[in-house]
Nanobody, 119 residues
Framework: QVQLVESGGGLVQAGGSLRLSCAAS????????MGWYRQAPGKQRELVAV??????TNYADFVKGRFAISRDNAFAVALQMNSLKPDDTAVYYC??????????????WGQGTQVTVSS
């Protein structure tokens, strides 16, 4: 059993900052990629940022220069969000590629954390 628990969401004014955190726990041998996705009401879930096991990062164009993803340790990932805009309002989900026992990796999701940016 693998759990991803997010924290750090909330309400912030436009131009403000938030830091999201996600910690993985349970039966874990290794974690490869970890990332953040978001889903706004009426829209599909979309990639925000991803970081590989060796630290390579990739960002969606709409957050480049504003958001930064980092691995706090092998089992945790954070997303620093600066210069937030009302369009960033969404539920943010943590995702991890986890190998519980070796050989194969599986995709796991957190429960989501709400980020609301007021204008």
């Amino acid at each position: 059993q693998v759990q991803l628990v997010e924290s750090g969401g909330g309400l912030v004014q436009a131009g403000g900052s938030l830091r999201l955190s996600c910690a993985a726990s349970g039966t874990i041998l290794a974690i490869n990629d970890m990332g953040w996705y978001r889903q706004a009401p009426g829209k599909q879930r979309e990639l925000v940022a991803v970081i590989t096991g060796d630290g390579h990062t990739n960002y969606a164009d709409f957050v480049k220069g504003r958001f930064a993803i980092s691995r706090d340790n092998a089992f945790a990932v954070a997303l620093q969000m600066n210069s937030l805009k009302p369009d960033d309002t969404a539920v943010y989900y943590c995702n991890a590629s986890v190998s519980p026992y070796g050989y194969r990796f599986y995709s796991y999701w957190g429960q989501g954390t709400q980020v609301t940016v007021s204008s």
